[in-house]
């Protein structure tokens, strides 16, 4: 609930879409961290270091739901930064 707060506060944050999407993996709730990764993505801008944090956190969520190669594509990203 803290991040959710934290969200509400700094809705263009990175960082906290990032948390929330840890938040998520550790509940089990793959799809809804895919997503939030995803979002903090896009507002990752020019910030290479959030984006290669977000892009491996993403490969992460895309192996444990079985989709290698969108993990593997989603490391190649990261590794390019």
Sequence with gaps: SR????????P???EVYFKLS???VAAGQLG??????LKGLSLAGD??????AGWLLLADIR??????AGA?????????L
Excluded: K
């Excluded at 192996?63 to 290698?68: D, F, I, K, P, T």
């Excluded at 593997?72 to 390019?80: G, L």
């Design 3 to 10: 991040l959710e707060r934290a969200q509400r506060i700094a």
């Design 12 to 14: 263009r944050s990175a």
């Design 22 to 24: 840890e938040a998520y």
């Design 32 to 37: 809804s961290a895919e997503q939030f990764t």
């Design 47 to 52: 910030n290479t270091r959030l984006q290669r």
């Design 63 to 68: 192996r444990a739901r079985g989709n290698v």
């Design 72 to 80: 593997d594509q989603a490391e190649a990203r990261a590794a390019a």
